[in-house]
């Protein structure tokens, strides 16, 4: 009898088997659906989302071209905290405490308004449909367009947070004095590895930092009251002029000093001879994990950097998203609904 009975279930469980086996694919892409984000989302819901988002960061570009470096930054901050959720935009209210006073962001992050009037013409068009932390992504790669970089499609269908993360902001965020492997720890924390940071660096090739962000390179990089001499010593003159010892903490710089508006690579150039303006920057030229190798690599061939640039930033835009019902779609991106 359990002979029997085992020989007829066989053939059963193998039928079961096979049609599991032949609907998988379709309940798992319905799911991945839901989870993952891609370019068309938004095809049906707000198909002009794409020419408003570019229409007013060209304008906000055109009467200031540090803005495009700006708005760059701003998707790398959202994305190292809680994932690329638009929690860098909420401002501090009731329980909420702003990453905008994190010590990255603090004096520093800018572009806020800019992203308050995409949204507010994104949501004339099609009202809380678009997600800001969709028009950060959108705003960055419009950015690296228009200063003349690479350009990519953007993944879309994140939702906003409803929390921010002070600690997140401070912990996760690399610091222009951190080591090369604290640096690189802090990228594989969030799934990327060296090439992504040796290529996402590369967007260095546009913006500015303040003094206060590299003066101990320039003074007492090691506490000894000697300065860094991996910067070369003529540029760290040019740079003491307007970063002394103390005061002008603030004062601006660009962070590539031979087109410092234009996405190119001369931000790797830069760093093969001594001129890379953060210590971060410089680390980079170490022979530890191929990281100087990358380097040379995009300083000789702009094309190899222009091709890698968009694939890590589509990487780091995947940074754990708020996706299907998760999160939500706020109306203002500086609160809460
Ligand atoms: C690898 C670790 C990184 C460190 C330590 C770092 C650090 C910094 C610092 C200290 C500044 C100047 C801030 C100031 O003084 O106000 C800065 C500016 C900037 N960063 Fe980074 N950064 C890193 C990676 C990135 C990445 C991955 C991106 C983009 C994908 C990025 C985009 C920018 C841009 C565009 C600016 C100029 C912003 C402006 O002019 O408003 N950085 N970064
Ligand atoms: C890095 O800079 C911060 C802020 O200026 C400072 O508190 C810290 O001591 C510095 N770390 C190192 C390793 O120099
Ligand atoms: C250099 O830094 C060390 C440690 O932060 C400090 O004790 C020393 O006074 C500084 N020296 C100079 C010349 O600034």
Same mark, same amino acid.
């Given at each position: 009898?359990?002979?029997h009975h085992?020989?007829?279930s066989s053939?059963?469980?193998?039928?079961?088997?096979?049609?599991?086996?032949?609907?998988?694919?379709i309940c798992?892409?319905?799911?991945?659906?839901?989870?993952r984000?891609y370019?068309?989302?938004?095809?049906?819901s707000c198909?002009k989302?794409?020419?408003?988002v570019?229409?007013v960061?060209a304008?906000?570009?055109?009467?200031?071209?540090?803005m495009a470096?700006?708005?760059?930054?701003?998707?790398f901050?959202?994305?190292?905290v809680?994932?690329?959720?638009?929690s860098l935009?909420?401002d501090?209210i009731?329980?909420i405490?702003?990453e905008?006073?994190?010590?990255p962001?603090?004096?520093?992050a800018?572009g806020f308004?800019?992203?308050?009037?995409?949204k507010?013409?994104?949501?004339?068009?099609?009202p809380?449909t678009?997600s800001?932390?969709?028009?950060v992504a @959108?705003?960055a !790669? *419009? %950015?690296?367009v228009l200063a003349g970089g690479? &350009?990519w499609?953007?993944p @879309?269908?994140? !939702? *906003? %947070?409803?929390?921010?993360?002070l600690?997140? &902001?401070?912990?996760?965020i690399p610091?222009?004095?951190?080591?090369?492997?604290?640096i690189l720890?802090?990228?594989?924390?969030?799934g990327l590895?060296?090439?992504?940071?040796?290529?996402?660096?590369g967007?260095?090739?546009?913006g500015?930092?303040r003094?206060?962000?590299?003066?101990q390179?320039?003074?007492?990089q090691s506490g000894?009251?000697?300065?860094?001499y991996s910067?070369?010593?003529?540029?760290?003159?040019q740079l003491?002029?307007?970063?002394?010892?103390?005061?002008?903490?603030q004062n601006?710089?660009f962070?590539?000093?031979?087109?410092?508006?234009k996405?190119?690579?001369?931000y790797?150039?830069?760093?093969?001879?001594?001129?890379?303006?953060?210590n971060?920057d410089?680390?980079l030229?170490t022979k530890?994990?191929?990281?100087?190798?990358?380097v040379?690599?995009?300083?000789?061939d702009?094309?190899?950097?222009?091709?890698q640039f968009?694939?890590?930033?589509?990487?780091?835009g995947n940074?754990?998203?708020l996706?299907?019902?998760?999160?939500?779609?706020?109306?203002?991106?500086?609160r809460?609904?």
């Amino acid at each position: 009898m359990a002979h029997h009975h085992q020989s007829m279930s066989s053939p059963m469980v193998l039928v079961f088997m096979t049609i599991l086996a032949l609907f998988a694919p379709i309940c798992f892409s319905h799911d991945l659906k839901s989870s993952r984000l891609y370019p068309q989302f938004y095809h049906r819901s707000c198909p002009k989302v794409h020419e408003i988002v570019y229409s007013v960061v060209a304008r906000a570009v055109a009467k200031e071209a540090r803005m495009a470096a700006s708005l760059l930054r701003l998707h790398f901050h959202d994305c190292f905290v809680q994932g690329c959720d638009g929690s860098l935009l909420l401002d501090s209210i009731g329980s909420i405490v702003s990453e905008k006073g994190s010590n990255p962001n603090r004096n520093s992050a800018r572009g806020f308004e800019v992203i308050d009037q995409i949204k507010a013409a994104v949501e004339k068009a099609c009202p809380q449909t678009v997600s800001c932390a969709d028009i950060v992504a @959108l705003a960055a !790669r *419009d %950015s690296t367009v228009l200063a003349g970089g690479p &350009s990519w499609e953007v993944p @879309l269908g994140r !939702r *906003d %947070s409803k929390t921010a993360s002070l600690s997140g &902001s401070n912990n996760n965020i690399p610091a222009p004095n951190n080591t090369f492997p604290t640096i690189l720890t802090k990228f594989k924390r969030q799934g990327l590895n060296v090439i992504d940071l040796v290529a996402l660096s590369g967007s260095h090739t546009i913006g500015n930092a303040r003094c206060t962000s590299f003066r101990q390179r320039l003074y007492n990089q090691s506490g000894n009251g000697q300065p860094d001499y991996s910067l070369d010593q003529s540029y760290a003159a040019q740079l003491r002029a307007r970063c002394p010892r103390s005061g002008g903490d603030q004062n601006l710089f660009f962070l590539d000093y031979v087109s410092p508006t234009k996405f190119d690579n001369n931000y790797y150039k830069n760093i093969e001879v001594s001129k890379g303006l953060l210590n971060s920057d410089q680390v980079l030229f170490t022979k530890s994990e191929s990281s100087m190798e990358l380097v040379k690599k995009y300083a000789r061939d702009s094309g190899l950097f222009f091709k890698q640039f968009p694939v890590s930033m589509v990487k780091m835009g995947n940074i754990s998203p708020l996706t299907g019902s998760r999160g939500e779609i706020r109306k203002n991106c500086r609160r809460v609904n």
